[in-house]
Every structure is written in C-alpha cells, then in structure tokens.
C-alpha cells in the first residue's frame, strides 16, 4: 500500500558490535571497546567520503556546470587522482610562519576536523549505523558543530598575518549571525516533533502526512514546513561558508582568510573539516527534514548518502552560480532577514502545535 | 552614429595666435608637432598656462607627459586635448636647464600630472617643484640615476644594501594607539590581476587609504622600443603592453604615429582587415576582463569565468587564423598588414560569421541572464566604487571607465581612423559611474565590437580579387625628417593608447614614449575605492580592467 519505510533501528551501533564480537562478559570495558570501534568505523565512512568528495567529485561536479573537463588522467574517470592528491597534500612541508602563536595555531585545524567530526555521533544513518542516542541529541550536533568557529578564530588569531586576522573575525561574525537562525529554525522541528532525541525526530516523520494516488506520502519536514526548509538550506551554506556566503575565506579578498598561514597536513585539516562540515550540514537537513534513512527499495544507508549527496551538490551549485555578498551585507541579511523569519517560523509551528495539542 | 553626422558638443575651437596672444610673455617660442600646434613656455608658468588652457580653451585632458632629455636642454611635453573634441589638440613645450632641471609642477591643475610627472621624474630626471608626491613610481626607491638620460651608466650594477630593505614597514608602525591597520594587498594577491601592490590603509573592514605602488612589470619598453629601427623592430613590442589579447589594437597605435610621421598611406583593403582585427582583440580582452572581473566579485569556483574565457577561446581562434599567433600577433606593418586573410577565404568569413552571428549572441544571453540581471549581483556592484565624471577628467580616465563616468568619449569616433567612420555602430556610454556600469559599459562594447566585425566581413567578401592590396610601398629603412614630432592615439581596449616618436634623422626614434590607458585608470583607484569597504576595492579594481603590462610598460 503506502510507500515502504525503513523500520526505525532501536539498536545502535555499539550494542550491535558487542553482540557481534561476543564483548558482553567484559561489562563496561566491553562497551567501551565496542563504542570506539563504532566511532571508528563512522569517522571512517565520512573521511572517505571526503576523501571522494575533496580531490574527485567537487572538481567533476564543477566541471559540470561550467563547461570543464576536470580530472580524467589519473585512473578511470580520473579517479586515481584521490590516492595521487593525498599523497601530494600529505607529504607537503608543513610552513611554520615566524610569530604564530602556538599551540593555538596548531590546535585549531584540530578543533575544526574533530567537531564536525564528533556530530556524526548522534546522527542515525539508517541500516543500524547509529553510534549514540542521548536524549539531547539535537543539542549535541549543533554544540558541537559550532565548535568549529573556536577553532576558525584561533587559527586567524595565532596566525600572525593580518589576512588571517580578517578572515577569523569574518568567520566568527558570520558563524553568530548565522547559528542563532539555525537553531531557532531547528527548535520549530523539535516542537513539532516533541523531542529532541534524533532517533524518535526520524521516527516520527515516518509516519504517512496523506495519500497521494494510493502512494502515502511521508510526513518529512520539508513537505510539513517547507518554509522552513527553505530557510534552513540558506543558513547553513552560511554555516558552511559556500556561495553566496563565503566570506571567511574569500580568496579574492583576504586570500584564504584564516586559513592563509596553514599548509601540508594542517591544510589538509582545514580542508577535511570544512567537507566533513558540509557533510555534517547535510545529514542535519537529512535528519531534521528529509525523514532521516528513509526511502523506498533501497537500503537506509545508500538513503541516507544519496541525501547528503544532494544537500553536497546543492552547496557546489550555488558556488558554481551566486556571486559573494559583502561582509556587511551577509551580516545584515542574517540578522535582519533570517533571524526574523526564523522567530516568526518558530512562533507560527508553536501556535499550531498548540492548537492541534488543544 | 558614424563620425560624419556627429557633432561634438561641448567642443571649443581654437586658434594657436589667439593662445599666444592669450598666454603673452609666458611664452617664449612657437613650434608644430605633426599632430597638433604647440607653444614654447617658461618653467615656472607651467600652472598658470595650463589652467588658461583648461578653463578658457577647453582642454579637459591632459592626454601625456613627455619628458626628452636633450644635449642642452630637458624638455616636458604636456599633449592637451578635448574629451569632446580629441582632435583638437595641443602641445605645451616647457624647457629646463640641462644642469639643473626643474620645471613647475601641473599637478594641481590636472590630476593625471600627478603619475605622469613621477614618471618623468623616475625615467628622465626632470625635477616638478611643488608636486604633491615626487618619488619614482616605476623604478625602486632604491634606484640610482635615471635611465633614459644619455649619460646613464647601463651597466652599472644597482647594489642596494641590505640595511635599506630590512623593514621597508618601519615606519608605518603606528603603534598600539592606532585605530587602523596597514594591509599590504600584493605584489602577490589573487585580486591584484598580475604584480601590483597596494598600500591599503584599513580601518576595521572599511578602507582608510589606498596607494597603488606600480613597476614590477616595467620592462623599459620604450627605452626598447627606441633603439629599434622604425620598419620591422619595433613592432613586436606593442604586442607585449596589453598582452591580454588586445595586440593587435596596439600595434595599430604604433602603426598610426609612425606612419603620420613618416607619411605612410594604407591601401583601403588593409584598414578593413585591420579594424576587423582590431575589434576581434577587444572582444578578445573585454572577454578577459569580464572572466577575471567575476572571479573578484563571484568567488574562484564559479561558472560565469569559464563561460568567457570559452567564448574568448573562439574570438582566439578566428585571431589565430588571420595572424598564425594567438597573443604575440605581430600582424601589423608601417603601410599595411602582413599578410591577406587566409585561404580559405570562405571557411574564415563562415567561422567569422558563426560567431558573430550565432554563438556570441547566445553567449551575451547567458551572460545578462547570470550577471547583469543576478540581483546579488546587483547588491554587489550596484552604487559601490562611483568615479564622478569631473573626477575622471581630471585623472585623464578614458576607455569604458570614462564612458562608465558619463563621459562620451571614443577615438574610433571622434578622431576615426581605419574604416570606422563609415560603419554602422554606437558609442556605449553610461551615467552612474559605478562598479556595474562599469562592467555593463564593457559587455555592451563587445556587442558593438561584433557589429563592427561582422560589417567589415561583408566589406572583405565582396571586395574584387584584383585590388586586395595589403601594404603600400613603404621603404625598407625609413628614416623621418629630424625634429618631426608626433602624438598619434587609437582608442584601445583600454582608453586611449597614445604614442609619442620625435625622430632624429635616423632609422630609430630619437623619444618613444607610451601613453598607457591602464596607467591612467589606475591611478583613479584611490577616488573609487576610498571609504569603502574590501572587497568593494577589490571589484573596483576588477572593474579598472588593468592589465599591468601596459601600467609598468
């Protein structure tokens, strides 16, 4: 009858794991083998999907749009040029300018990989990949995403380069004007789900919205609210500084803003934490409005991708096509735009809520 | 509108017995360069004649500052014009003592004295008394003497000490009190479209100041370029000004003052073929331009810049057919062009036309559709970057910046040479003086340019086989009557790229100098960009179009 959904997975990752390696006589330490393994496998997958999207997919996709060829030389589709790439970036001398403050300077590539990092922890990926399930996990992935501006103003600050000073204050101002909407827009999802725990938001788009041609259609956030969808995609290319909205780095202006100074291995950080970011944005808006792991024939996992591939190739689109506003400019379509839209979004799904409890 | 119906407005005729009657005992001699009447001054009236001749003669721009270095006497040379009458043209003559040079400084009536004075300063050693900035603009500050004089030692090795570029920033420190910082924007920048540096003073995001600081691409181009013979030396150098493309219009710059100075005629056949040229090397550039100009503003990884460099590609092509390079052309020649259009003849006119006809009105589609109509676009450039129209007189601005400015201003019109008087096309002008009409001003010429070409394929298709004449009989060494004088400019991709050749009876020019339109545009980035913030100064400079070649020379 209605469209197949993916059975909501209660059993997480680690859980999975201990049964599977037989590390129940082991108690506490068991788990906490069993837990780094998950967290290991999940780090994993997104690096490798970094590792694909980086030095491969971005430069295709971009090629795409503007009449290109990008890489065809390395391997098959020139997809060798992932393994020539990191070996290239990794094997570069690591420049350490005169005066930079360390160990900040060298702490922040650090801080920006591992917080994008550390939100993949809450976030279920459909076919039993689920590392965590707190209550809070909503408020997790958004505290721990932005921990991510720590580390962009430490890495500008300690740089010692007035470029780099720039784009640190740029990233801050932006990450602030841009969080605030972002969460607000977040919260009117969890009134409407009533929960914050990542596995029952999932679980409770799953449930059919209205029957369209005997097809039901699910209650996916972006269909209940598309409003704020819409809002939500705006804010995070801000939140992952992509077109129109990359100002932190803006080469043309401030070279690589905060990332001027940083090159070999703390260049390949900047960089993975500013894709693992994207991916990060993507299975937010996965999670938050697009049902999750969701979807018919397939398996939740390939979903759960093929989504966050979307939301990828939204961010490369928009850069391929809008140019970058002006620093003044971004600040006030923030907090004059979408943080207004985004408090009165938050105030009509409360109302209806509301009325809909009453 | 073709030149024959257009009648300047604003234009003032003059008589050269009325402005020496005018100037009285500040003058003391009388001359005739080829292209215009010009009159011999004191060096300590220079401010008092010129704003007589800015005021009460109408001549709003002071095109070029020569200055000549001679056996008893320096000499600078200030070329006059109308910006709505360039034909009307004329020279002021100061001489200095050979011992000690020093002549009263033009800048404070014209702005544009400004960089031109540092640069007769830097090259030739002539002392302006109350310039605002005299310092070498082209050479380091370290330089010793000044390398265009005869007594110069070339081979002299320039030893600079260490101590004196230890901390060139010393002095800028301005401690912990200060409100601004001192942001070093190049010689190595994304934005900066070659090696230029900019002195930005920054206060927060917004900017304070800005002084350009040029010459890392000076290559003494004239110094070259005189001691080349007239007939087959020099004319590979124009191509390496503007090397984005617009060669070939260079090359007619050179063409057109040697050829009024030595009273070379070109066959009609040959100024068809070069006007087709010509405006193939502007689309060529203005799709440089525009390509380069939406980096700046769009970020690197955007569509729109490889949309024009593609549609650049092909202008490339059809340039690699006529002339067999695609940048350094060398294409021109005194009296004519190298050679005919190439056989095929008809697949060269179908590729042309296909272009033309086809392919670059698509592509100007795609382009108003992804830039000129894109609202953030808009956001962007729209009202940021205002360079006033008086203002632009003043610096000499020419080209789409001045036209951008509400200054209707184009050689091809005002002063034709070639077949341009006889086609059918516009002078694209616009009145807002900003970032966007700046860039709007440039996407509409190529459009012009098209219309251009596309007539002159018409011409050369029915021309009649027997009288494709391609160069006239020229002399193999062409050697000038001493004395003569000329200032001949063609409008470049630019603005207006003048040049000056005094011949001295041999077969290589006694002065070449280079009136770079990108120079002068340049030198209006402070008046655009002051007050506003980053990356406004980084789309004004885009919008600029310089190409640094041509500002170092």
Same mark, same amino acid.
């Given at each position: ?358 | ?44 009236? @220079? ?50 003592? &050979? ?131 007239? &007939? ?82 092909? @202008? ?28 095929? &003849? ?20 795609? @382009? ?72 709007? @001003? ?68 006694? &002065? ?42």
């Amino acid at each position: 009858m209605g469209l197949p959904v993916t059975p909501l997975e209660t059993v997480l990752l680690p859980e999975r794991i201990v049964d599977a390696l037989g590390l129940e006589g082991y108690g506490v330490l068991g788990e906490f083998v069993a837990g780094l393994l998950a967290a290991f496998l999940v780090a994993n997958i997104m690096l490798i999907m970094t590792a694909v999207a980086g030095p491969w997919a971005k430069r295709k996709i971009r090629a795409r749009f503007t009449d290109a060829i990008a890489v065809n030389r390395v391997g098959p589709f020139g997809l060798l040029i992932i393994v020539a790439d990191a070996v290239r970036l990794l094997s570069k001398e690591i420049i350490i300018p005169e005066g930079v403050d360390r160990p900040a300077w060298e702490l922040a590539p650090i801080i920006v990989a591992l917080s994008a990092l550390l939100g993949f922890a809450v976030i279920p990926m459909g076919s039993g990949i689920h590392v965590a399930d707190p209550e809070v996990g909503a408020v997790f992935v958004f505290a721990v995403a932005s921990l991510s501006s720590v580390g962009l103003v430490m890495g500008g600050y300690a740089s010692n380069n007035k470029y780099s000073m720039l784009g640190g204050l740029r990233a801050v101002a932006q990450n602030i004007a841009y969080e605030i909407p972002l969460i607000l827009i977040a919260v009117s999802v969890v009134v409407f789900a009533g929960t914050l725990r990542m596995s029952e938001i999932v679980a409770v788009q799953a449930e059919p919205l209205i029957l369209v041609a005997g097809i039901a259609i699910p209650s996916w956030f972006a269909i209940v609210n598309p409003f704020a969808f819409f809002l939500f995609l705006i804010a995070n290319l801000a939140e992952v500084g992509r077109n129109p909205f990359d100002t932190p780095e803006a080469p043309n202006e401030i070279i690589a803003g905060y990332q001027t100074e940083y090159s070999g291995v703390y260049f390949v950080l900047f960089y993975l934490g500013e894709f693992i970011h994207i991916f990060l944005g993507g299975a937010i808006i996965a999670t938050f409005f697009l049902g999750g792991p969701a979807g018919p024939v397939l398996p939740g996992f390939v979903w759960f991708l093929i989504k966050i591939w979307a939301i990828f190739l939204l961010t490369q689109w928009a850069r391929s096509a809008v140019p970058r506003v002006r620093i003044d400019q971004l600040l006030d379509i923030g907090w004059k735009g979408l943080l207004v839209l985004s408090f009165l979004n938050l105030i009509l799904t409360a109302l209806i809520v509301g009325v809909i409890a009453a | 509108m073709s030149t024959l119906e257009h009648a300047p407005e604003g234009a003032v005729e003059v008589d050269p017995d009325e402005v020496v009657d005018r100037l009285g005992d500040r003058v003391i001699g009388r001359d005739e360069h080829v292209n215009a009447p010009a009159v011999i001054i004191r060096p300590d009236e @220079v401010v008092d004649t010129l704003t007589v001749m800015r005021d009460e003669f109408g001549f709003d721009l002071l095109s070029c500052v020569t200055a000549e270095q001679f056996p008893d006497r320096y000499e600078s040379i200030y070329h006059l014009k109308q910006y709505a009458d360039p034909t009307t043209e004329f020279s002021i003559v100061v001489p200095t003592d &050979r011992d000690h040079p020093q002549s009263q400084s033009a800048a404070s009536v014209y702005e544009t004295a400004n960089w031109h004075e540092r640069e007769a300063y830097d090259l030739i050693g002539i002392e302006y008394q109350d310039h605002p900035d005299l310092k070498r603009i082209l050479l380091p500050d370290t330089w010793t003497g000044h390398p265009l004089t005869d007594d110069y030692n070339q081979d002299k090795p320039q030893v600079v000490a260490y101590e004196a570029h230890e901390n060139p920033l010393l002095d800028h420190t301005e401690g912990a009190e200060s409100d601004t910082i001192l942001l070093n924007m190049g010689p190595h920048h994304p934005a900066t479209h070659g090696v230029l540096h900019l002195k930005v003073t920054l206060d927060g995001e917004q900017v304070a100041d800005v002084e350009p600081d040029i010459g890392y691409l000076h290559r003494c181009e004239e110094q070259m370029c005189q001691q080349g013979t007239y &007939r087959h030396q020099i004319m590979p150098y124009p191509d390496r000004w503007d090397y984005a493309s617009a060669g070939l219009i260079n090359e007619w710059a050179y063409a057109r003052a040697a050829e009024d100075l030595a009273e070379i005629e070109v066959p009609e056949y040959a100024q068809v073929i070069r006007t087709m040229g010509a405006e193939l090397s502007r689309m060529a550039a203005h799709f440089l331009a525009l390509g380069t100009f939406v980096l700046d503003v769009y970020g690197e990884f955007n569509a729109l810049s490889m949309y024009a460099i593609r549609d650049r590609e092909k @202008v490339q092509k059809i340039l690699e057919d006529l002339t067999g390079q695609r940048l350094m052309f060398n294409y021109l020649r005194l009296g004519g062009v190298a050679w005919d259009i190439p056989e095929p &003849r008809e697949e060269f006119f179908e590729n042309v036309k296909k272009f033309t006809d086809e392919e670059l009105p698509a592509s100007m589609d795609e @382009v108003h559709d992804l830039l000129t109509d894109n609202e953030i676009f808009q956001l962007r450039c729209v009202g940021t970057g205002v360079l006033e129209r008086e203002v632009a007189k003043q610096y000499g601005a020419g080209g789409p910046v001045a036209r951008a400015s509400g200054i209707d201003t184009d050689l091809r019109r005002d002063d034709p040479y070639g077949i341009y008087d006889q086609l059918d096309w516009e002078v694209i002008t616009d009145d807002a003086g900003d970032v966007y009409s700046r860039v709007l @001003v440039r996407v509409r010429e190529v459009e012009q340019s098209a219309k251009i070409v596309r007539q002159c394929v018409d011409l050369l298709e029915d021309w009649p086989e027997d009288e494709r004449e391609i160069q006239s009989n020229v002399p193999r060494t062409l050697k000038p009557d001493p004395d003569r004088r000329v200032y001949r400019a063609v409008e470049g991709a630019k603005g207006e790229l003048g040049i000056y050749i005094r011949a001295d009876g041999t077969d290589k020019p006694g &002065r070449f100098k280079i009136r770079s339109p990108c120079f002068c545009n340049l030198s209006t980035l402070p008046e655009m960009a002051e007050g506003e913030f980053i990356p406004d100064l980084i789309a004004s400079l885009g919008s600029i179009d310089i190409i640094l070649g041509e500002v170092d020379r």
